[in-house]
């Protein structure tokens, strides 16, 4: 599990297809060392680490999620969130994010405004009933709070420190990042829409 504080971002290292899968390798920014079978969010996706060497580690994506992530368009130096998960001792400073993308939002604007930027993104998904005005979100693996929302359009405020250590400084119109709804309101909507005629009046 992962709170969507981000640690660090690093490079994309090696791009290598294993039959519909894809093996991704990292330049590895983690001093204190990491291990096989360690669990790292990489732009809100949890990925295994299968392999670690001197100062790279390899993941390996599979053809689902390939399918519905913006990993597919991954290109060599691209820069990629990344957050390990957490640990029981630790502060809860985010929300609660699983590292499982429901789908991917296409950036429509992104605005200067007093010291912060104002990001707009249009969601592949109808976002009734899974996003709320001040309620969480995580994008690209960041934990962001809702600052206005449509049902298939939201935006966020992002301030200098956020966006200056993640990807979004990187980001630009037109392109996709990764979403991951709060998956307490995913768990009520699941409630509500199998009880549904309990609630119809």
Known sequence: MFTGIIECTTQVHGLDY???NLCITFKNPFSDGIKINQSISHNGVCFTIIDVKKKTYSVIVSEETLRCTNLNVLKMKDEVNLERSMKINERFNGHIVQGHVDTT???LDIERKNGSWLFSFKSKKNLSGLAVEKGSIAVNG????????????FNVSIIPYTYEK?????????????IEYDILGKYVRDYMNSNSKLYTI
């Not at 960041?142 to 359009?153: D, E, V």
């Open 105 to 107: 939002a296409k950036v």
């Open 166 to 178: 993640t990807n979004l400084q990187f980001i630009k119109i037109g392109d996709f990042v990764n």
């Open 142 to 153: 960041i934990s962001l709070t809702i600052i206005k929302c449509t049902q298939h359009i």
């Open 18 to 20: 294993e039959k519909k």
